[in-house]
C-alpha cells in the first residue's frame, strides 16, 4: 500500500486549491463587471440606468449625490496635486461632483490665490478620472465649473456679462457666445456648467442684478434656451466639445425680500407661474420636440417656497429629486432627468 500524504501535505493542497478557486472567482467576477450592461454604451439608457442602479450600495448612491468644493484639499497634496491614496481612504466609494477643478482650494480671490492654468486642469481631471476608474463600479467624476459669462478660469475667453449680453437681444448671439465658453470647459475635461442664470431680476436692491437677462420673464426665457443650446447643442448624446448646462438659480430669487441675496421669496402663486417660469420646467411637447428645449438642463427651486405647494404645481413634471451639496449647506429640489448623469461617458 502506498503512503499517503501526511496533514501537512494536505493542508497545502486544501490552501492552494482554496487560493485558486478564490482567484477563478475574482476574475470571474471582474470579467462579469467589465460585461456589465450599464458599461455597455450601445445598450439602451434605461437598461443602464436600472443596471448600475441594482448594483449600487446605499453608500454608493449617496456619494454620486454630494458634492466637495471647499473640502478638495484633503484630496491633495502639498504641491496641489490629486491624492490616490487620501481619495481611498476618505471616499472608497468613489467621488460623485467636484466643483470647479480650475481653482485650487474653493471659493477665494484668484487675484491672491491664481487658478490652476490649462495643463494644471487637466493633470487633475485625468488623475481624478484614473482614480475613479479603479473603484468597484468605475463610475466617472462628475465636474462642474462656472460659465455666466464665459468660463470662470485662467486663460479662459470673457464676454460681457449677463445683463449686457441681454441688451443685445439676440438670441443667436448669445448661442455663440455659450458655445465658445461650452467647449472652452469641455476642454478640461469639465462636463458640466452652472449656467446660464435665468432669474428674473424684479428688485433692482438685488446685488446681484448684473447676473441676470433683466426684468422680462419672455426676454430671460428666450435668451435662457439660447445659452443652453449653446452650452449642450441640439440634444442628445452629448457632443465632445458640449456641456450640460444648469438653469440656476432657484425660481423666485430674483426677487428677494429687500433685495437680501437668498431671503425668503414671498411670491404670489399666479406672479410665481407668469414671471418666474414655471412652465418652463416642463414645456410644451411641440417646442421639446422640435428641438427648441435641449434635454438634460436642470432647474432649482427655491426652498423657502411652500414644498407642499411646488409639489402641487409641479405634480406634472418628469422627474422631482432632491440633490445634497454639502458645501453650500443646500438642500434643492430639482425637476431633472438626473438619473441619466449616473451613466454619462461610462464606457
Known amino acids: 500500500m502506498k503512503n499517503l500524504p501526511g496533514p501537512a501535505v494536505r493542508r497545502v493542497g486544501l490552501l492552494t486549491l482554496a487560493l485558486l478557486a478564490s482567484t477563478v472567482l475574482a476574475a470571474s467576477a471582474a470579467h462579469a463587471q467589465q460585461r456589465a450592461v450599464y458599461r455597455d454604451a450601445a445598450a439602451p439608457i434605461e437598461q443602464r440606468v436600472e443596471d448600475l442602479l441594482a448594483r449600487m450600495t446605499l453608500d454608493e448612491k449617496i456619494v454620486q449625490l454630494t458634492a466637495i468644493w471647499t473640502q478638495k484639499n484633503q484630496l491633495l497634496d502639498r504641491n496641489g496635486q490629486f491624492d490616490p491614496a487620501a481619495a481611498r481612504r476618505l471616499y472608497p466609494n468613489g467621488i460623485g461632483h467636484f466643483a470647479r477643478p480650475a481653482d485650487l482650494q474653493g471659493p477665494g480671490d484668484p487675484l491672491k490665490t491664481p487658478y490652476r492654468d490649462v495643463r494644471q486642469t487637466i493633470e487633475l481631471v485625468n488623475a481624478m478620472q484614473r482614480y475613479a476608474r479603479s473603484t468597484r463600479l468605475g463610475i466617472p467624476v462628475l465636474f462642474h465649473e462656472e460659465g455666466l459669462h464665459g468660463y470662470a478660469a485662467r486663460g479662459a475667453t470673457h464676454f460681457p456679462q449677463a445683463i449686457a449680453l441681454a ?181
Open 167 to 347: 441688451s443685445s437681444w439676440d438670441p443667436a448671439l448669445l448661442e455663440r457666445v455659450f458655445t465658445v465658453a461650452g467647449r472652452e470647459i469641455r476642454a478640461r475635461g469639465v462636463q458640466l456648467v452652472l449656467a446660464p442664470v435665468v432669474d428674473v431680476g424684479r428688485d433692482p436692491r438685488w446685488g446681484r442684478i448684473e447676473e441676470t437677462y433683466g426684468e422680462d420673464p419672455y426676454l430671460v426665457g428666450e435668451l435662457g434656451v439660447a445659452a443652453v443650446r449653446g452650452f449642450q447643442g441640439p440634444g442628445l448624446p452629448l457632443a465632445k466639445d458640449r456641456v450640460f448646462a444648469t438653469l440656476k438659480h432657484m425660481t423666485g430669487h430674483g426677487q428677494p425680500e429687500s433685495g437680501t441675496n437668498v431671503a425668503p421669496a414671498n411670491i404670489s402663486e399666479r406672479i410665481l407661474r407668469e414671471v418666474y417660469g414655471i412652465d418652463l420646467l416642463n414645456p410644451p411637447e411641440e417646442a421639446r420636440g422640435s428641438g427648441r428645449i435641449p434635454p438634460m438642463a436642470t432647474r432649482r427651486v427655491w426652498e423657502s417656497y411652500s414644498t407642499e405647494k411646488w409639489r402641487e404645481i409641479a405634480r406634472d413634471f418628469h422627474v422631482t429629486q432632491v440633490l445634497t451639496y454639502p458645501d453650500w449647506t443646500l438642500n434643492l429640489p430639482i425637476a431633472a432627468h438626473s438619473r441619466r448623469l449616473l451613466l454619462y461617458d461610462i464606457r
